[in-house]
Each structure stands twice: as structure tokens, then as C-alpha cells.
């Protein structure tokens, strides 16, 4: 299986503040890798497809890029929405596994 | 709108089962794939299996954990993907959630549609 490694787990940052998780995967995996935020309670959103294609809707103050092994997803300016937890996920093979996950909390 | 609602959440004792559904309006849900996903409490997602449309075969991908236990299948008259869960235990406590597979060029690539989740509590 495909293991996705993503950091760092908890980030405290505040509003305006640009902000980089970075997610590393066991092998390559080109860039079939999505992002996803998750607001307590909620089920996910996704932000982010193709590792770097911003889904219809999504504020472009988010970003992805990266290939093969290592990934990032930035928010250029954290806005009071944005605090939640963002998962990635590898869409490479079976099992499509997930980052354990970074929650982005207020500073 | 397009939406996916999951229903059949419930209380069980472990060893029992249950079955999920998934159900689909807004779209043409036999155009797509569906997937299941879960979240214990506190705890992060896990991709649980997907079922292919039809038109690629409409076969099924499991999670080792739930590998010859659970089942995904699909009834694409009703819009509706289900979820057989049997011989449940504990440690499938948790919200499960349907989403439809993004399909861009014959490969996929996210989950771009979820629905609200369900609860699933195994205890005795």
C-alpha cells in the first residue's frame, strides 16, 4: 500500500498568513493525488485534483503542486473560513489511502 | 442540485449486520463511480471501496480491513449505492460517507460530490 505522509499534523497560524502542507508519498504516484478540507462536523470538500487543478468553486487563494513523491497545498492568505483539517489522498492504486491529516487552527 | 444523502446508520451488536444506502439526485449516478469512506470518531478519513459504473465494468475495489465483509453494489434505476456491512465489530464505529469519483480522461481523480454521512455504532 501507498503511504502518504503529511506535515506538519497540527498548524497554528493566523489570519493572512501563508500557510504550506506537505504530503509525501511511500512511492510515486505522478499526480493523481487530491486535496480535501474537513470543518468539524462536515464532510470533506475538495479543494484540489490532479495535484494541482483547482476544483470549480474553490477560492484561488489555495494551490497545489508537486509530483511523483512530494506534494504541497498553500493558502496564499489563511482566511477565518479556512481554519479546518486538510487531508490528502493518493488516487495512483488500491487502496486509495489518506495523509493522516493537518488541522490548521486560529494563533 | 446535485447531492448524495446516506441513510441506514444505526445502533448494532457486534456480529450483526447492516446495510448502507446512497442516494443520488441532481445527476445520472450510473455515470459515475461511488465511493465509501469512514471516520472513527476523532479520528481521520478511511477510504473504505468503490464500485465502477457501468460502463467500466462496474466492478468493486475494498479496503483490506473490510475485504469479503462488506459489500458495495448499486442499483442504478433507483440512483442508490449500498454499503452490506457483516459480522460488524467495534472498530467500524464511526460516520460513513458516499462520494462520486471524478473521472477526467478515463482516470480518476478525487471525490468532487459528498454526502452528509451516516453513524454507525457497534456496541453491545
Known amino acids: 500500500d501507498i503511504q502518504l505522509t503529511q506535515s506538519p499534523s497540527f498548524l497554528s497560524a493566523s489570519v493572512g498568513d501563508r500557510v504550506t502542507i506537505t504530503c509525501r508519498a511511500s512511492?510515486?504516484?505522478?499526480?493523481?493525488l487530491a486535496w480535501y478540507q474537513q470543518k468539524p462536523g462536515k464532510a470533506p470538500k475538495l479543494l484540489i485534483y490532479?495535484?494541482?487543478t483547482l476544483q470549480s468553486g474553490v477560492p484561488s487563494r489555495f494551490s497545489g503542486s508537486g509530483s511523483g513523491t512530494e506534494f504541497t497545498l498553500t493558502v496564499s492568505s489563511l482566511q477565518p473560513e479556512d481554519f479546518a483539517t486538510y487531508y490528502c489522498q493518493q488516487l495512483n492504486s488500491y487502496p486509495r489511502t489518506f495523509g493522516q491529516g493537518t488541522k490548521v487552527e486560529i494563533k | 442540485e446535485v447531492q448524495l444523502v446516506e441513510s441506514g446508520g444505526d445502533l448494532v451488536q457486534p456480529g450483526r449486520s447492516l446495510r448502507l444506502s446512497c442516494t443520488a439526485s441532481?445527476?445520472?449516478?450510473?455515470?459515475?463511480?461511488m465511493s465509501w469512506f469512514r471516520q472513527a470518531p476523532g479520528k481521520g478519513l478511511e477510504w473504505v471501496g468503490f464500485?465502477?459504473?457501468?460502463?467500466?465494468?462496474?466492478?468493486?475495489e475494498y479496503a483490506a480491513s473490510v475485504k469479503g465483509i462488506f459489500t458495495i453494489s448499486r442499483d442504478d434505476s433507483k440512483s442508490i449505492a449500498y454499503l452490506q456491512m457483516n459480522s460488524l465489530k467495534t472498530e467500524d464505529t464511526g460516520v460513513y460517507y458516499c462520494a462520486r469519483d471524478l473521472l477526467i480522461g478515463g482516470r480518476y481523480h478525487g471525490l468532487d460530490v459528498w454526502g452528509q454521512g451516516t453513524t454507525v455504532t457497534v456496541s453491545s
Open positions: 464500485i465502477r459504473s457501468k460502463t467500466y465494468s462496474g466492478t468493486t
Open positions: 512511492q510515486g504516484i505522478s499526480t493523481y
Open positions: 490532479a495535484a494541482s
Open positions: 441532481g445527476f445520472t449516478s450510473g455515470d459515475y463511480g
